[in-house]
Nanobody, 117 residues
Framework: QVQLVESGGGLVQPGESLRLSCAASGFTFSSAAMSWYRQAPGKERELVASITSTGGSTNYGDSMKGRVTISRDNAKNTVYLQMNSLKPEDTGVYYC??????????WGQGTQVTVSS
């Protein structure tokens, strides 16, 4: 079955960095577009970043643009999100999403990121 397992979240201070990972299995990772979303308390889930199956193209949401980088390693079936200069408003649950070549969508369980002094 499809599994997306996020890791790397935690508690950091403002201005610090985190690198999230999402390990995928159960589908052809190298053919799937991958995305990171986040959901802050009381807010809707929003796109943080996405990357095409080959990694040749990326897209970033406005909220973290310039402070995040999405990348992938198709040999390891893993997608990453490097987040820098974190702010308290970046606090939330970060989710990994896969979109397969058949346009099926799968979500991970999420990893909590808390930015607080």
């Amino acid at each position: 079955q499809v599994q997306l397992v996020e890791s790397g979240g935690g508690l950091v201070q403002p201005g610090e960095s985190l690198r999230l990972s999402c390990a995928a299995s159960g589908f052809t990772f190298s053919s799937a577009a991958m995305s990171w979303y986040r959901q802050a308390p009381g807010k809707e889930r929003e796109l943080v970043a996405s990357i095409t199956s080959t990694g040749g193209s990326t897209n970033y949401g406005d909220s973290m643009k310039g402070r995040v980088t999405i990348s992938r390693d198709n040999a390891k079936n893993t997608v990453y999100l490097q987040m820098n200069s974190l702010k308290p408003e970046d606090t939330g649950v970060y989710y990994c999403k896969a979109t397969t070549i058949r346009r099926l969508h799968y979500w991970g369980q999420g990893t909590q990121v808390t930015v607080s002094s």
